[in-house]
């Protein structure tokens, strides 16, 4: 089972500020998936990255998968209040979607 | 995408007893995935619950622990038995979307035992 590293463990910033987090594999990725997850629910599937050097934008958030598909980065510009949550890459391994270790974000207003 | 409904929500149990929490999806599925997330942490899989076969246990996980049904395409139960206070943490269930590449999770479980 390929382990996925993700970092940072946690961040806390202001709102306003910019973030990244970052996902990481001493092996090639089949796909990478982003999800968000917030207190009391169950992750959300924010994002699927396939292609080398792919980068993908929703609203506030750009995706970024590595040329080589071993890495990954989440970027949120302006961080809300409302970005607030766990972050959770994962990569899908036969049928079963193996987790990251999550970054918890919090944004403060 | 699918719509599923997990519960109990939350449960606060005595150590030594068993729960069993029900996941029901909107639509048939091949496979239902079950996972624990430990306070603080990622998720973790448990299992994958075929309809008319044994569920697959992944490694740490065992059937007398964690026994799973999976009655019909719609339907899956896991049962956390002879609980102990290491086994509190969110259990959620979790499904394919067959209508795009990601998974579709329920709200999960909060399980304190005590």
């Known amino acids: 089972t390929q382990l996925l590293e993700q970092s940072p463990q946690f961040l806390s910033i202001q709102e306003g500020e910019n973030l990244t987090v970052y996902c990481n594999s001493s092996s090639v990725f089949s796909s990478l998936q982003w999800y968000r997850q917030e207190p009391g629910e169950g992750p959300v599937l924010l994002v699927t990255?396939?292609?080398?050097?792919e980068v993908k934008k929703l609203k506030r958030l750009t995706f970024q998968f590595g040329d080589a598909r071993k890495d990954s980065s989440l970027h949120i510009t302006a961080a809300q209040p409302g970005d607030t949550g766990l972050y959770l890459c994962a990569e899908l391994q036969g049928n079963k979607l193996v987790f990251g270790a999550g970054t918890i974000l919090r944004v403060k207003s | 995408s699918a719509v599923i409904s997990q519960k109990p929500s939350r449960d606060i149990c005595q150590r030594g007893t068993s729960l069993t929490i029900q996941c029901q999806v909107d639509?048939?599925?091949?496979?239902m995935f079950w996972y624990r997330q430990q306070p603080g942490q990622s998720l973790t899989l448990i299992a994958t619950a075929n309809q008319g076969s044994e569920a697959t246990y992944e490694s740490g996980f065992v059937i007398d622990k964690f026994p799973i049904s999976r009655p019909n395409l719609t339907f899956s139960t896991l049962t956390v038995s002879n609980m102990s206070p290491e086994d509190s943490s969110i259990y959620l269930c979790s499904v394919r979307d067959s209508s795009y590449y990601g998974y579709t999770f329920g709200s999960g479980t909060r399980l304190t035992v005590v």
């Open positions: 990255v396939v292609t080398g050097g």
């Open positions: 639509s048939q599925v091949t496979m």
